[in-house]
């Protein structure tokens, strides 16, 4: 039935891109779980009824396990036809001729390792999955390197690493014959959110709203199947090139 119903769980919807996946797919009758660093309680308190929150920092992985632990209590093991795995970071500027140990690493932790462990954990808590997508950027294609960029490096290395990964993720499932999740990238656009308000050196060509980035970015996803598995993908639906 094309409109069943849907469950979907976004990781990091407290803002942005991520709170308006929530948004929109509530209104429009779906079920949602969502995670946030902040405070539950209040997160789409008038909308209980198809909205549940769990707490979840993706830089931890005691976090993640513990979300993941409060998911399976909750939702029973049974299907999530979405999952968003929307965290991201970007400290703005990242220079590889000046960025710090530090800085790198939490870039890579925010931007790979947390949203690639938090889906490894998902899988592996035997909660059947029909599609992750992982948010990416252009910024982490290899194929397309915006050499203008300045001040972009750990976060464009953590999202082509993220990129690698999400790839490898997808041929180890087909290999291991889950042949029912899809695993993709979407690169959302440049987005009028918290993280693209930067002063930067150049013009930013073609941002739009995060309700139209992200209206467009849900119709993508659903026009996908498990032949689509290990593909980028940007917002308007065009492929984009790893
Ligand atoms: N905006 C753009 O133009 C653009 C372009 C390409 C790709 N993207 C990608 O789109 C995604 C969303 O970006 P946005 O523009 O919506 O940015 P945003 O407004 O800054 O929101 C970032 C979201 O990530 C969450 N987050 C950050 N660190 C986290 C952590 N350690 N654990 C859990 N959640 C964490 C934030 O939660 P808190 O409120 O707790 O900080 C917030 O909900 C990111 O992956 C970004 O790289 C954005």
Redesign the pocket.
Known sequence: MANAQKTWLIV????????EFVRQLLARGDRVYAT???DTTSYFADQRHACKAFH????SEESISSFVSDLVTVNQRQAIDYVVL?????RYPNRATELSFADFAFHLH??TI?PIICAQKLLNAGIPIGTLVF?S?DSGSAQRFNEFEDGFAAYAASKAALNQALRHMAAELKRKGNTTTTVLAV?????A????NLDLGWDVVGQMSVEESVGACIGVVESKTPADSGSFWQWDGQRFPW
Request: glycine residues 20%; contains cysteine.
């Open positions: 990091g919807a407290s803002r942005g891109i991520g709170h946030i660093r902040g979840c920092d993706v830089t929307n965290a991201g970071v970007l925010t931007n947390g948010i950027s690169h959302p656009g440049e987005v959110t918290d993280m693209a």
